[in-house]
């Protein structure tokens, strides 16, 4: 095997094999297709199997399609980096934040996800505007001061979603295929939120997620700790675009060129945003910036959302491209070591096949039990007041969740009496018992960290 054609051939294959691949494939180099490839289902009701033509929803690898919509207003004139974002958005509750700031996550807007989870009529289907309500009712602290430092902020994407449609006067959805998608030849590209506006679209990809109470895959709609890509599914902006491999290649090669935007805004989409302080964090307009070793620059965005998970990498000093869309839940670690190998085949350096984790299990459990766990825990040394997090633990319909402040609220799944294991991801939570069983501490173990946690109330 010399060429890297038949490296990513063997890989994907012995992947398949193991039963741990549900996807596609695409590497290209200074953008012609070296391999692609699909593996397993689009919808597993029917049968029917992926394409190399499938469309996939993208998560959070559409933020890059959301910045370089904002990148076109400017360029028209419309507004400016700089500008503050209560420009258009005056009843937004956090002042002093620039319209840079939401592009380069630096703004320490709080997580929308959170408020929803907590306030919102789940009967109903939020979309972008609903988002600014909550944070206008609820004005939950944010983070950080605008520019002080950075992180990761769907908030932030949302609210240039809702920019671009004021400023335009067509929807998002419109706006990003008048502007983006159609110019760019993207005919099998749109932002799509099926549950709340359903249509037709040819050899789409339904995501499933692992009911670890039946043992079988289901779609994210039917479980428990997943039923909020209904009620989240109407807003965008952090999400939404659909798109399939040809069309991100088409994307791709737009990037290095003028045919859309110049080549003054591309430098300031892939250059590091800067934070108050003078200095820098590696993240552009919409894009994470890395070195890769012999290679040179890179750049990336990956998503992630019930039943889906997509990365594209950008080797633009070396004009190689990986494009990988899943459609069906699975390890996290695993699925990163998936991309790690293709990538290393793809810089022509050393490499491991991944071998697939055993499939985690539930135990058997007294669910009497969750009840000595319910309560509100300090997270951090000793239970320091100080910057420490709160979490949550909560029944829900017989069923035991963690909600730590500023995440997305995860179910518990018993593998002992006192040990839980999260969904795919590698996070457990120990609980600490007093002598008559009842929760005082818990601890929350990921990889080789160790997070202790103090009960300070009980619910």
Known sequence: MNTK?????????????????????????????????????????????????????LASLSKPFTALGVIVLEEQGKLAYDDPVSLWIPELPYP??????????????????????????????????????????????????????????????????????????????EFMRSRIFHPLGMTRTSVYNRRCRPETISDYAYG?????????????????????????????????VNSNLSDLLKFDRALYTDSLVSRRSLAQVFAPIPLNNGDTFDYGFGWILEQKEGKGRAVLHSGGWPGYASVMIRYIDADMTLIYLRNREQDVEFDQAVISAAEHILLELP?????????????????????????????????NDGDSTIARVLIEEDRLFMQITGKVRLELYPSTQTRFF??????????LCDGEGKAEKLIVIQEDAETPGVRIGEG
């Open 351 to 383: 490499y491991d096949i991944p071998r697939l984790p055993p499939e985690q299990k539930i135990a058997s459990f007294d669910r009497e039990r969750y009840e000595r766990y319910v309560g509100t825990y300090r997270l951090g040394e000793e239970g």
């Open 208 to 240: 499933y997620v692992f009911d670890f109470h039946s043992g079988e895959y289901m779609l994210p709609d039917d479980i428990g700790d997943t039923q909020y890509v209904t009620f989240l599914d109407g807003i965008q902006g952090d999400g939404t």
């Open 422 to 431: 999260v969904r795919l991801i590698p996070v457990e939570v120990e609980f």
């Open 5 to 57: 054609r038949e490296k990513l051939e063997h890989l994907f294959a012995e992947i398949d094999r193991q039963g741990g691949v549900n996807g596609v494939f695409m590497a290209a180099e200074r953008g012609e297709v070296i391999y692609e490839a699909a593996f397993g289902f689009a919808e597993r009701s029917s049968g029917r199997r992926l394409t190399t033509n499938t469309v996939f929803e």
């Open 96 to 173: 002093g934040i620039t319209v840079r700031q939401l592009l380069g996550h630096t703004s320490g807007l709080p997580d929308y996800m959170e408020l929803f989870f907590t306030h919102w009529d789940r009967t109903r289907i939020a979309a972008n505007e609903d988002v600014l309500d909550m944070l206008l009712r609820h004005q939950p602290p944010v983070y950080f001061e605008p520019g002080e430092s950075w992180l990761y902020s769907n908030t932030g994407y949302v609210l240039l979603a809702i920019l671009i449609k004021r400023i335009s006067g067509l929807t998002f959805a």
